[in-house]
């Protein structure tokens, strides 16, 4: 952290320009408080709409690909089948419902399950580096680059259909640039809140916080099944009491650290990757992810496709209303973000938490896909209740464990691996939501029965790595439920005389 010994005018002189503006139309100072909401507000907007751009892709499958229900297992890739057939088969489509070539050939499933290993493989392994360049760069920089990178790929993708692009390898290359700027999210907004934030009540806090993932895809859901039919589709803040572990420091009443900032002058040492892999509980956590989000992110790439051809009290919904049917799962998954969060802060035990809502998903999928499609609303009311327990834990993970764990009591006091830290556990998990889409294009042409067996397997053995760490947290209660009861045994008793 900073020298507390004075204010560095590097820092009070440079405040952002909306914190500039807000003390200038106000004519006060802005609270710590207020600081804290401004932080809030403004990394939940933010990566609200990483995800809402994420989301676009999975609410187009069903139109790029209307015949996909039919297609069957293919491993051979487009590049091979579809220049070897016939003319008029290759046919490509501008009419809403034929699809687009190359998707909406025979292997259209296999091809889409391509797209979005590609994107979620650049996005694991770019969260890596941009944890990295986190720890060490303006954090304003890296989420603007990335917000407008984002922005610009998702676009280009959308691009193909008024360009009339038919390019499997343009798809591709877009998906990849657009998860290379996607990653750099994460990690940033991460690492801001949870320097703003001490430990007490974090859970709660950002797993309300964390909604913003279910609000970025229920608003990518929703305008994009809207748009479906238009085509294939450096403060200085007076502090109001005292701060918790890693708030900004303070220089008699004033803050020296900038909003979205690194601490300047810069003293601590950033940690290195190797180096915060040994933090006690990362690896445990990272590799639970990896199954978590192997489940989380199937739903979120295949939920809407797998509406479309399921048919729901006998009857099949169109794209449009499947995908604003999906949100619902994203609705039980706001849900159980804060719930896991409140869970978690109560019980200070933030593994058997996790374990707990990971294997409640098992029978959570098991209800769903058995009987979901008797009527709307028992698909529904299951919908919600399966994105309860499976995003619970990735919720809590993502952000109240990361940011726990980067400012684990083994780095004594350093708070330069926040970044690196939250990067590693979702960049692992990134991995298994790369993998999960990817199985799901193939295995689901021929049993989606196969798929939600695997999406149960991969629940089990997230909540049975997190095992050691629930021993040890189990045993951290009981022994403190043995000292508080003999503590009490050693108190001087007091008798109630007798009337």
Known sequence: ????????????????????????????????????????????LAYASYHATRKTTSIVKSTLDPEASDVSLKFIPWRKTYLHEPAESRKLSWKLGDGWAPFNGSDGTSLLGELDVAFLSVYAFGMYFSGHLGDRLDLRIVLTVGMIGTGLFTSLFGVGYWGNIHSYYYYLIVQMLAGLFQSTGWPSVVAVVGKWFGKSKRGLIMGIWNAHTSVGNITGSLVASALLSYGPESVGADREEEDELHSPKKIGEEVT??????????????????????????????????????????????????????????????????GNLSTLFDVGGVVGGILAGHISDRLDARAITAASFMYCAIPALFFYRSYGNISLILNIVLMFITGMFVNGPYALITTAVSADLGTHSSLKGNSRALATVTAIIDGTGSIGAAIGPLITGYISATSWSAVFTMLMAAALIAGLLLTRLVVAEVTAKLAESGSQGRQQSRSPSVTIEEV
């Open 257 to 322: 650290e900038p909003l979205l900032r690194p601490e300047t002058p810069v003293k601590e040492k950033p940690v290195g990757f190797i180096e915060a892999w040994k933090i006690p509980g990362v690896a445990p956590f990272a590799l639970c992810l990896f199954f978590s989000k192997l489940v989380a992110y199937t739903f979120l790439y295949w939920l809407p496709f797998y509406i479309t051809h399921t048919a729901i009290d006998g009857k099949y919904l169109s794209s449009s209303a499947a």
């Open 1 to 44: 952290m900073g020298s507390l010994a004075e204010p560095t005018p590097e820092t009070s002189d440079r405040k952002p320009l909306g914190i500039g503006l807000i003390e200038h139309i106000k004519g006060t100072k802005i609270s710590f408080k207020t600081h804290q909401v401004i932080v809030l507000i403004l990394t939940f």
